[in-house]
């Protein structure tokens, strides 16, 4: 019975070994394809969206055709700051604040080329933060235990597939489970990352051959989507977008706060020919026509790549990824310094 319960023991226990050891001595970024999986929680709950005072520097590939011969390289350096945010430092008293998804957060851009980066670097008077990926619930927690002070402009960013959720606030209960996960806050993300099991996921993944979900384009173009031709949105989609926004302006308004709505086109949408689609889905003109009337400030990010687009052959999208590029990402960043410098917040 003693040698059975041993051999049970040495069964169980050296397994967990090996995999403690591998989380430890070999780099995280051995286990993924991009930084995202690497640094983001996922099994532990967490106030941040990815492991805080974090750096990373890796070769990456998109999310949409990985460990295939159409995967591009690109270089990503990530760093986060003390809330768990991609920025290069925590600011508590932002002129704009963009709150937003993978795109804001910059998946598949390098440190620099991050929307709020850029902005930076283009105007260096104007101080600029990101909370992504997060919601406007994030954003109450946030302001009301004194991370951040109130900004002049927030930007609430949204991938044209998805759908905002409805306005939520900072509750006294939420902040009492913050406390408890303080206890753990050193070693959460270590906790975190044993937990993600990486390198039996990147074991599975390899004997599976996983290579992404995209669906591929026309023919010889290379380029990969996420939906392809089942984009698509419900009915009642546009009519819940806009009540769920304009609630987001109504809580806005009352902390003296500007707002703008900067909705992300899908891929396909952008490069509807490529899918193929015989015409461009409008669902995010007939939005942004909503939202005018309903007095609600937009960055119309779509009429900004159509215009750029017939003139430009550069791209706007990774090939490979679902995510922007660098470019789009310059594009937007200069608009947004604009909108400012209408809403005056900078001096012209």
Known sequence: MKNFIIKILLFTLIPLIILLASNILIPIKTWVYRPW???IFSEVPSDSPFYPNSTLNMNSVGDLCHHSKNSIVKKEYWKTDELGYRNNKHINDPDILIIGDSFVAGSGLNQSNTVCNLVSKFDKNLKVYNIAPSTVVHFDYLLNTGKINRPKLVIFSMVERDIP???????????IKSSIKKIFYSINS?????????????????????????IEGVSNSNMYFLQGSNQ????DDLTNTV????????????LGIKFIFMPMPDKETVYYEFVPFKK???YLFRLDSMLINSNISTINTLNIYNN??????????HLDDTHWNSNASEIIALEIINKARILGLIEN
């Not at 044993?194 to 051959?209: E, G, I, Q, S």
């Not at 698509?232 to 009915?235: E, T």
């Not at 009540?243 to 009352?254: G, H, M, R, S, T």
Request: charged fraction near 30%; include cysteine.
């Open 190 to 214: 270590y906790i975190d990352s044993f937990l993600k099991f990486l390198p039996l996921r990147w074991l599975k993944a390899r004997v599976n051959c996983s290579k992404g979900k995209g």
């Open 165 to 175: 959720e409805k306005i939520q606030f900072y509750t006294r209960a939420n902040f």
């Open 243 to 254: 009540n769920n926004l304009i609630a987001y302006k109504k809580y806005f308004d009352k």
């Open 280 to 282: 461009q889905p409008d």
């Open 308 to 317: 750029y687009r017939k003139n430009n052959n550069k791209l706007l999208y």
């Open 232 to 235: 698509k949105h419900q009915k």
């Open 37 to 39: 999986e690497a640094l």
